[in-house]
């Protein structure tokens, strides 16, 4: 790994509870997490990445989520954090599951938000229009289309958004990340994680996804293994940190309440 992850914190490094890493979703960066991470810091360190490719951790290579978990890991391990608490969305939800597996002895919990890679289902082509979105109509645009029915779209987050892919490495990085997330030409599948293999955690695991999500279909929250806590929001699309903050707030406290 060459170059820095990007991180943003909350809360105490002496607090004695675990602490809690948050990854953001394609596209976006430790900035979507901002109204949640200060309720989820008032006992514990929170940690929010910027992944590879994205924000701030353009200086390391991007590629797929495998490559990215080993990255978070590798970070993680060089602050002296040798357990933690973890929550994903989308492609986040993926590197998060990836470490889970990998590391079942640092992962304390999971919560996974409309996690990638759990079928091979997804609209690509959605993910393209919002990955070459480079204008604030189109973004508002793209960003609505992405979330649940009556949303409505922070004209500050589209601003956001644009600014962290203004430079030219940010557009061509979120282009090579696409190029692994989907499998075939056409953008209809995506790689699959080995999701049966969460069955054999002994750690607690919570699924959430939105019964409108327009990228990944709800229908992969379901048949997962019995370990496996899966919610649904109804009305909700792919965007559940920004669309129900309150309602992927709670479910995070007590998948971590869970672990003890």
Known sequence: MSGILHCETWGRTDAEALPLVLLHGFG???AIWHALAPKLATE???LAFDLPGHGGSLSVRA???GSMAKAVGQVLQERGIPRFHLVGHSMGGAVGALLGLRQPESVASLTLLAPGGFA?????ALLRHYAAADDH???AVVLRVMCGPGHSVDRC???ALLEARAPAEARAALAAILDVILVDAAGRTQGVLPVDALGALALPITVLWGDADPILPVAQADGLPANVQARKLSETGHMLVEERPRDVLSPICETIARAG
């Open 157 to 159: 987050g589209v601003a």
């Open 137 to 139: 109509e189109t973004m």
């Open 44 to 46: 514990r360190q929170v």
């Open 120 to 124: 091979p289902a997804i609209n690509g």
């Open 28 to 30: 976006g960066s430790a």
């Open 63 to 65: 590629g797929g989520a």
